[in-house]
């Protein structure tokens, strides 16, 4: 990205929200700019490393409950 770059939006945060938001404009055919503080996008979707080497996600119990929301069906996101 550089200095003469122009948006239609900027979105900061690469959660859930920010990710979905993004991916529903983009769709409808605005530019748009996703901003993650963290070198991986995922919020509360992230995976930490509780010991050297071994990584989990501590937020695997809820995502099955992404595929029952509204903006999954209306984006066709494939599982």
Do not use: W
């Amino acid at each position: 990205m550089n200095k003469e770059e122009r948006y239609d939006f900027v979105i900061v945060g690469a959660g859930p929200n920010g990710t979905a938001l993004a991916a529903y404009l983009a769709k409808s055919g605005q530019s748009v700019c996703l901003l993650e503080e963290r070198p991986e996008a995922g919020g509360a979707c992230e995976n930490t490393e509780v010991i050297p080497g071994v990584r989990i996600d501590p937020h695997t119990t809820y995502m099955y409950l992404a595929a029952q929301t509204p903006s999954h069906t209306a984006l066709t996101i494939e599982r």
